[in-house]
């Protein structure tokens, strides 16, 4: 499983030496205390992952290395060298680079032109650009990163897993001997982390040191040297990664205390059917869709980017018409024109980019979990009662276990994981009969993920039904009652009761392995 | 210009690309054709002469408001820092000699383009907000300095050099214009400046985590955009023989039209000199062309109007076909 286990037996490498220090650092936001006295060291030629949960400052931490912010306090040493490091250019030439979490790359601007941008050879506004030995610079990298893309290709028509591939070659291309990355995996499905994990096992193995920033456990074990983890803006612990750290051991090392994981509850008696999709087929990619969600009952379905899942759930909410097929929702024909109908129709919906397509980053708590129900408020005059707006604001915050010290606030006072939560209340509003819902954990920190999955099921007993489309299969397989497995715009099959022992299958069928499997049984 | 010009799709990308390349170009042959043959005197030279002084200054303000469209911005005093810096040059002019004069046009644009970048770089301030702000404060000056009347004493060397002056029958003004263009036109293809003006109107956040100093960078765009109304001064003064506190009113929009009609988006990024040259040429010949069939002014209004808005909703529809 561990695509750079032969690297503990490869040929003896230079020895290690601390290349990146950082003592006693602190940062203060505001009245927020990100970074209290951190402490970390990060040695050449080796994976140094950094957990933490979100708030744990550990993104503060690696953007201090980049330059970034300035801590208020402590010492950073690049190479036994007390450093400053004032801003992008300074960590450039000490040889730090930053993958960042938000992509860094400027969309309408082309492969070669975001690979050199900030970093190029003369630094005077009206200099001519060499783009000739740009140009050759860049295909050495990115032949590197074994990445065929056209350099004059605009990023914006790249995908997502090409992007994060680009913004690894930018760094390489100035020369980074330190990497920072941060969460490099959270938009990437299954199939492009392994590849990500192989250029970084390259990158190893070129002497380069690398501080991986993740939430995500199971990555320490797949491509760990040394781990480190923050709880609330100090390092707590440091152990280099050996097969006795098990997850347990990681997960309390994360949180500092014991985290109950979440078990789903057998599904009761079988459901009768809610919603039944028959020969779907839509533009954007369904071919011939067939399933059924029961009335009360999980049903998740998986998929790479692009097997049409997406697609299907652009039909079902409302944002396209399906081309052919039938849609039957109570026993009745379900066509909805746009997502207000969908809504109207029972079909609520929980979009995947929680800050491109989900909060109003300026509006307050209040406002934005009572956006679909509004008409439950207004009173004989047509004025909105913001007495009993408040009144189930406060219920509904409370029954989700948002933390929060004022609804008044704007959403992006708090953390991703209850800002999740309040649009999780806002999907629930008005009694919808079937939830859709795309990634619904994505960046948000254990704790809240239990407390989602513990609502959920919650709500599933009371007979609402959810549909899941989430890049996790491992959550998928956690939470779902059902799974349908998809490949190419068809369902390649269903999952009943599905258990951590269906991932090797599922995860063949997503790939289109018909001939693979068909040897193995 | 694809690199990987492998795949079967390429043909139709390369074929769609050629159209693109290909409408507005077709569309100024269009508007000759059709008023060529509505009024023949249309095609003499003493009406492409004229065509070409006419559009001069916006030619000149549209490369500065390209720059600063791309970066995700725009710039709303140009037309009121023209005016300022044509009394202030006239003013200095009329005392210290022609070239003082013309160097007080120049700079007076520089500075006033450094103030409307400094605001927006340094405090954030939204462009718009910003140089709608400044607009007022140079055309204030202007009135100020000029007492609120025109000045038309000035040095006959500086009207017969710059105003009617031309060199192979091509007047200086449509020199001066087509120089600015190509000047753009360099600095946006071919050197860092330009780079860093679409990666800024691109993603600002990604230019500036790339290591590039987009406060620095801000205030020269603006800056370079206070110089085409330094230059467009030059031409407009000496072509009128005279410098008013009130010239160019509106020219500031009739830029941004122009820059729009030319394809480029007004959330930044992206954009091209040659298209936007193209845009002033379309809205030039149009008011050029309606005056001489002999249409009436608040028709030209509104019929400029019209192209504008369809060329907003073309542009935005190639953009979703994309």
Not at chain 1, 388 to 404: A, G, H, M
Not at chain 2, 65 to 78: A, E, F, K, N
Request: proline share 4%.
């Amino acid at each position: 499983m561990n695509p750079l286990a032969a690297d503990h037996s490869a040929a003896p490498r230079p020895q290690p030496e601390v290349v990146l220090c950082a003592s006693n650092v602190s940062k203060k936001f505001g009245a927020t205390q990100a970074l209290d006295e951190a402490s970390i060291q990060i040695c050449s030629g080796g994976v140094h992952i950094l957990l933490g949960e979100n708030g744990a400052g550990k993104s503060t931490l690696a953007k201090i290395f980049a330059g970034v912010h300035r801590p208020d306090a402590g010492q950073i040493e690049v190479r036994g060298q007390a450093v400053e490091i004032g801003d992008a250019r300074t960590a450039r030439e000490l040889g730090i680079g930053i993958v960042f979490q938000e992509l860094s790359l400027a969309p309408h601007l082309s492969v070669l032109d975001n690979i050199f941008l900030g970093a190029e050879a003369k630094r005077r506004p009206f200099s001519f650009l060499s783009r000739g030995e740009e140009a050759r610079r860049c295909r050495n990298v990115l032949e590197m990163l074994d990445l065929d893309v056209p350099l004059q290709a605009p990023v914006s028509s790249l995908p997502i897993a090409q992007k994060q591939l680009v913004e690894i070659a930018k760094v390489l291309a100035r020369d980074a001997k330190i990497i920072i990355m941060d969460e490099p995996t959270s938009t990437l499905t299954d199939r492009e982390k392994q590849a990500l994990f192989r250029v970084i096992g390259v990158l190893k193995q070129r002497g380069v040191a690398i501080l991986y920033v993740t939430h995500h456990l199971q990555e320490v074990e797949l491509i760990g040297d040394f781990v480190s983890a923050m709880v609330n803006g100090r390092v707590t612990q440091s152990c280099p990664v050996t097969p006795a750290l098990t997850e347990l051991k990681l997960v309390s090392m994360l949180t500092g205390r014991e985290v109950r994981e979440f078990t789903r509850a057998k599904p009761r008696t079988p459901s009768s059917p809610l919603l039944t999709i028959a020969a779907l087929k839509s533009k954007s990619g369904c071919k011939d869709v067939a399933l059924t969600v029961g009335r009360g009952e999980i049903v998740g379905v998986y998929g790479v980017v692009g097997c049409g899942r997406e697609s299907l759930g652009r039909v079902l909410v409302g944002l396209e018409a399906h081309s052919s097929g039938e849609i039957h929702m109570d026993g009745r024909p379900y066509r909805p024109r746009h997502p207000a109908h969908a809504r109207g129709l029972g079909m609520s919906y929980l979009p995947m980019d929680r800050k491109q397509k989900g909060i109003l980053p300026n509006r307050s708590i209040r406002e934005n979990l009572n956006l679909m129900n509004l008409r439950d408020f207004s009173t004989i005059g047509g004025m909105l009662s913001r007495s009993r707006e408040r009144e189930r604001s406060t219920r509904v915050l409370d029954e989700l276990l948002v933390r929060f010290d004022s609804q008044e606030k704007p959403i992006t006072t708090l953390s991703g994981g209850n800002q999740q939560k309040v649009l999780f209340g806002r999907a629930i509003a008005g009694a919808p009969k079937v939830i859709v819902m795309e990634d619904p954990t994505v960046g948000i920190d254990i704790g809240a993920k239990a407390d989602l999955y513990r609502l959920m099921h919650e709500l599933r007993n009371r007979g609402i039904s959810f549909l899941i489309f989430s890049s996790d299969l491992l959550e998928t397989l956690k939470i779902c009652d059902r799974i349908y497995s998809m490949y190419a715009g068809r369902i390649v099959r269903e999952y009943a009761d599905p258990t951590m022992n269906d991932e090797a299958q599922i995860l063949s069928d997503i790939l289109g392995q018909e001939l693979h499997r068909a040897a193995i049984h | 210009m694809f690199q990987g010009a492998k795949s079967g799709g390429t043909l139709i990308r390369l074929a769609s690309f050629d159209m693109q390349k290909l409408v507005l170009p077709g569309i100024i042959v269009l508007i000759a054709v059709v008023s060529g043959m509505i009024e023949p005197r249309y095609w003499t030279a003493q009406n492409l002469v004229n065509l070409g002084r006419q559009i001069s200054p916006l030619l000149i303000l549209a490369a500065g408001q390209s720059l600063t469209v791309i970066s995700g911005g725009l710039d709303l005093s140009v037309a009121a820092v023209l005016a300022l810096s044509g009394i202030c040059g006239v003013v200095v002019m009329n005392d210290f000699g022609m070239t003082a004069g013309i160097i007080t046009m120049l700079l007076t644009g520089i500075a006033f383009g450094t103030f409307n970048g400094a605001i927006i770089a340094r405090f954030k301030v939204s462009p718009f907000i910003a140089t709608l702000g400044t607009l007022s404060i140079a055309r204030g000056l202007a009135l100020m300095i000029a007492g609120g009347l025109p000045i038309y004493k000035m040095p006959e060397a500086f009207i017969d050099i710059f105003g009617s002056g031309a060199v192979f029958g091509l007047p200086a003004g449509v020199i001066f214009a087509l120089g600015t263009v190509i000047v753009f036109s360099v600095i946006l293809r071919y050197t860092i400046l330009g780079r860093y003006v679409y990666a800024i109107g691109s993603n600002t956040d990604a230019a500036f985590n790339s290591g590039v100093n987009v406060r620095a960078y801000t205030v020269l765009v603006y800056a370079l955009s206070g110089l085409t109304a330094g230059v467009a001064a030059v031409v407009l003064t000496s072509y009128v023989a005279a410098a008013q506190p009130l010239a160019a009113q509106g020219l500031e929009l009739q830029a941004l039209a122009a820059v729009v009609v030319g394809g480029v988006a007004l959330t930044g990024g992206q954009g091209s000199m040659l298209n936007v040259f193209y845009g002033v040429v379309i809205l030039g010949m149009l008011s050029n062309s309606l005056t001489m069939i002999g249409v009436s002014s608040f028709m030209q209004t509104l019929a400029i109007g019209v192209v504008i808005v369809a060329a907003v909703i073309l542009d935005q529809l190639r953009r979703s076909a994309n």
